[in-house]
C-alpha cells in the first residue's frame, strides 16, 4: 500500500487504513456485505384523471445515488425527487415508463408498460349523471387523499362525516372542542366545491363520557346542549348548510323515543328544543331528522313522521334522512316509496343516508359472486330510480355509506364477510356503480 499519495488519496488511504484498521482491530469482525442495488417502482393510475400517473421510487440499496425517470421510451429524463412523482400522458395508450439508477458499476433500471386511458373512455362520473340532486359519500379525515381523494374529486359532489362530526369527537371534555378532523373535512369539501352534510350533532351512539355524566342540573345540562349546538353550527355556517340535529331518536320495537341522557336530562320535547336551538345558530341551514328502518318497519315510520310533523308545526325541519342500509332481497321497492310518498307529501327533503347494500345477509357465501353482484347492481339501479321518481323539488340527494368494500362499518358490525358498496379493494367501479348510473340515463 503506498503511503505517498496525493491529499485526497491520502485522505483516502486514511479512510481505507481506518476502514482497514477497524478491520483488523478486530480480526475474526468481518465488514458487512453492501446492501445489494434493486432497483423498483410503483404505479398508480389516477382515478380522477385516467390520463395521469403515479409513480414511487421503491428501490433499495441506493442511498446517494442519482436516479431519473423516462415516461415514453427513450423519452426525456426527469429528475427522480424524493417522494413519489406524477406524470401527465396527453393521450391514451401503452407507455414504457424506466427507472435508471446510476450506480458505481453502471446504470441499473426497472421498467414497466402502462397503459392509460382517456378520461373521456371512463364510466360517466356519478356526480355527473344528474344535476337534480348530489351524489355523497361518507368520508374519514385520513381517507381524502390519493386514490380516496381521487374518487370523491371525481364522482361525488356531497360529503358527509362517517364519525368525526359526532359529538364524541369534537367536544370530548367538558369546554374543550376538537375540531381539528372535522375542519379537516370541512375545508376539502369547501376547497372541492362540494356540499357538505353535517352528521350529527345529538346521537346517543355518540354522547362522551362527560356528557353521559354530567353532573350539573337539568337546565344547566340544557344549556350545555344549547351551547354545543350554537357553537359548532356557527363555526361552520355558510359551509355545512344541512345538519342531522338528532339521529336515531326512536326506540326499535317500541317505536318510542329512546330513553337517551337528552330525554332524560331535557324532558320528552327534547328534540324541538335542540331544532330550534339549531334554527336559532344557523335560520339557512337545512336541519333533517335521521334514523334507519324507516321503509319497512311502519310503526318506527309513523313515529317518525309523528316527530317530523310536530317540528314542522314549528317550522323546525326541512327534511328527513333515510338510512339506507339494505341488502339485495330487502326491504321492497314498496316499503322504499312509503318513505318517500310520506317525506313528499309533507314537502319536505328526502335525504337517501347511509346506501350500502349488502349482498351476503344470509353468510352464505365467502367470495362476492358474479351472481350477486348483479343482483346488487339491480338493487342500487331500483334505489335510484325511486328516488329520481321523486319530484326535484323534494330532492336532496343520496348519500353511499363509504368508498371500497373493505371500508364498510358493515363486516365488524355482522361479523361477517360482504362487498355492500360501489368500490372494490382496489378502487375500481362494481356493477353496483353501474347500477346507479343505469338509473339515471335518459
Ligand atoms: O379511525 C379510528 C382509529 O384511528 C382508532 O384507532 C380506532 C379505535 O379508537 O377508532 C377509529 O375510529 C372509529 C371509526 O368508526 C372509524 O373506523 C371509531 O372508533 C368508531 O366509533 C367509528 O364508528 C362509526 C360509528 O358510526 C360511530 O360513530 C362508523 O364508522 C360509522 O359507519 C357509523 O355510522 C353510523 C351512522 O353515523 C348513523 N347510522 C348508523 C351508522 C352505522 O352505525
Given at each position: 500500500m503506498k503511503y505517498l499519495l496525493n491529499l485526497g488519496g491520502i485522505c483516502v488511504l486514511l479512510v481505507i487504513s481506518f476502514t482497514i484498521f477497524a478491520c483488523s482491530k478486530d480480526d475474526d469482525s468481518t465488514p458487512e456485505p453492501p446492501t445489494p442495488i434493486i432497483v423498483s417502482f410503483d404505479v398508480i393510475i389516477s382515478q380522477q384523471n385516467s390520463l395521469r400517473v403515479t409513480v414511487n421510487n421503491t428501490s433499495t440499496g441506493v442511498n446517494g445515488l442519482n436516479s431519473y425517470w423516462q415516461?415514453?421510451?427513450?423519452g426525456p429524463v426527469v429528475s427522480d425527487q424524493a417522494g413519489p412523482e406524477m406524470h401527465l400522458y396527453d393521450a391514451a395508450g401503452e407507455y414504457l415508463i424506466t427507472l435508471t439508477v446510476e450506480a458505481p458499476d453502471g446504470d441499473i433500471q426497472a421498467s414497466e408498460i402502462v397503459t392509460v386511458t382517456d378520461d373521456n373512455e371512463m364510466h360517466p362520473a356519478l356526480k355527473d349523471a344528474t344535476d337534480k340532486f348530489s351524489v355523497g359519500m361518507a368520508v374519514q379525515s385520513n381517507r381524502m387523499d390519493g386514490q380516496h381523494g381521487d374518487i370523491l374529486v371525481r364522482e361525488f359532489n356531497n360529503l358527509t362525516a362517517e364519525y368525526e362530526m359526532k359529538m364524541n369527537i369534537m367536544y370530548p371534555s367538558e369546554g374543550n372542542y376538537d375540531f381539528t378532523a372535522a375542519d379537516a373535512i370541512v375545508d376539502y369539501g369547501v376547497t372541492n366545491d362540494m356540499d357538505i352534510h353535517g352528521h350529527t350533532l345529538i346521537w346517543h351512539n355518540a354522547i362522551p363520557d362527560w356528557v353521559d355524566n354530567f353532573s350539573g342540573t337539568d337546565q344547566e345540562f340544557e344549556d350545555m346542549i344549547e351551547d354545543y349546538i350554537t357553537t359548532v353550527m356557527t363555526r361552520y355556517a355558510g359551509e355545512v348548510r344541512s345538519w342531522d340535529v338528532v339521529n336515531e331518536a326512536i326506540e326499535d320495537g317500541s317505536n318510542q323515543l329512546r330513553n337517551s341522557v337528552f330525554r332524560q336530562r331535557m324532558g320528552d320535547d327534547y328534540i324541538s328544543k335542540c331544532y330550534q336551538f339549531a334554527r336559532n345558530a344557523d335560520p339557512d341551514a337545512l336541519l333533517f331528522y335521521n334514523d334507519y328502518n324507516l321503509t319497512f318497519d311502519v310503526g318506527k315510520q309513523a313515529a317518525m313522521f309523528d316527530i317530523v310533523d310536530d317540528l314542522a308545526s314549528q317550522n323546525l325541519i326541512d327534511g328527513v334522512g333515510a338510512q339506507m342500509h339494505i341488502d339485495i332481497f330487502f326491504p321492497s321497492s314498496a316499503q322504499i316509496q312509503s318513505v318517500v310518498d310520506g317525506t313528499v307529501s309533507r314537502g319536505l327533503k328526502m335525504h337517501f343516508a347511509e346506501l350500502d347494500v349488502r349482498v351476503n345477509p344470509n353468510n352464505d357465501i365467502t367470495s362476492f359472486t358474479e351472481a350477486r353482484a348483479i343482483a346488487q347492481q339491480n338493487k342500487v339501479r331500483e334505489v335510484v330510480e325511486i328516488y329520481d321518481a321523486m319530484p326535484d323539488v323534494n330532492k336532496f340527494a343520496i348519500t353511499i355509506w363509504g368508498m371500497r368494500d373493505t371500508e364498510t362499518w358493515l363486516i365488524d358490525f355482522w361479523g361477517q364477510p360482504d362487498w355492500?358498496?360501489?368500490?372494490?379493494?382496489?378502487?375500481q367501479p362494481k356493477r353496483a356503480h353501474t347500477g346507479f348510473l343505469e338509473a339515471l340515463e335518459d
Open positions: 415516461f415514453t421510451e427513450n355492500p358498496l360501489l368500490y372494490d379493494v382496489a378502487f
